[in-house]
């Protein structure tokens, strides 16, 4: 059964781990009052799936052209979503090497925002419960044609990379699957869309900037996240979001993934 919890103004319900494909997360969002709303969010290693459930208008991605649900890629940067009716959505974060067989060969992996087949809202918005839904969902990333595979080597350096917090350098990860330093450079980016370096950039973002939603002190959250000094953290945050640390620290987007999102 689901995990409910009310936070602040937004129920959230989360389906239990063990009944999600490898590489699948979760979580349902139902805001309690119909309300205008205003959400920042920022860069996350992963693919986005967000289904708009909403009654009324959809939700409106600001600056990418686009309003209901939506693919959101690796590094879509700062983006806001805005709407006027009581939201109600179910998110999903595909590891990118799921991403990749799930969605095939599009440019969705990387940097942009893409419309998702209304054949998602139809199915989800029939189901009647939170539990109904992520089974629903889940099924739907299971039928998905598998037309891209991701070279074992590029998953593997891509968990490590998750797993060291981006702290692992680009020859060390290369050694571990036999590949030259080009050849993996080469490979990951044609698969995931992004350099291996560019990675361990985004992986250490997001462990910064949990850490700053936290209410951790910015020096100290950049040694903690394998930065240089406080102003390479500030530079990095700032070319991510357009935000400083100070803002990024306050984002309800991050506020809300301890619950929807923990480990």
């Known amino acids: 059964m689901p995990r409910n919890w009310a936070w602040p103004d937004v129920e959230v319900a989360v389906p239990p781990r063990s009944s999600l494909p490898p590489g699948v997360r979760m979580a349902g969002f139902r805001q309690r009052a119909a309300t205008p709303w205003d959400i920042t969010m920022v860069a ?3 693919v986005t799936l967000l289904i708009d459930l909403s ?3 959809g ?3 600001d600056g990418a052209g686009l309003r209901g ?3 959101i890629g690796l590094l879509p940067g700062r983006l806001r979503a ?3 009716a009581r939201v109600e959505c179910l998110q999903i974060r595909l590891d990118p090497a799921v991403a990749a067989a799930v969605l095939g060969e599009s440019p969705e992996l990387t940097g942009r925002v893409a419309p998702l087949g209304a054949a998602w809202e139809a199915r989800l918005r029939a189901a009647a419960s939170w539990g109904e839904r992520f089974a629903v969902a889940a099924a739907l990333l299971e039928r998905r044609e598998r037309t891209r595979r991701v070279d074992p080597e590029v998953a593997h350096v891509w968990r490590r990379t998750r797993v060291s917090r981006g702290r692992v350098r680009v020859d060390e990860l290369a050694a571990e699957v036999g590949w030259s330093r080009q050849r993996l450079w080469s490979r990951f980016r044609a698969q995931l ?3 291996p370096k560019r990675a361990a950039q985004l992986v250490r973002f997001d462990r910064a900037a949990h850490l700053l939603a936290a209410g951790h002190a910015p020096a100290g959250v950049a040694g903690a996240s394998g930065y240089a000094d406080q102003s390479h953290l500030h530079r990095e945050v700032v070319a991510f979001t357009g935000l400083t640390p100070a803002a990024v620290a306050t984002a309800p987007w991050l506020g809300i993934d301890d619950v929807a999102w923990a480990p």
């Open 55 to 57: 009654e009324g208008e």
């Open 82 to 84: 805005t709407g006027r």
């Open 59 to 61: 939700v409106d991605y």
């Open 193 to 195: 869309g992004i350099t």
């Open 44 to 46: 996350h290693p992963s």
């Open 69 to 71: 649900s939506a693919v």
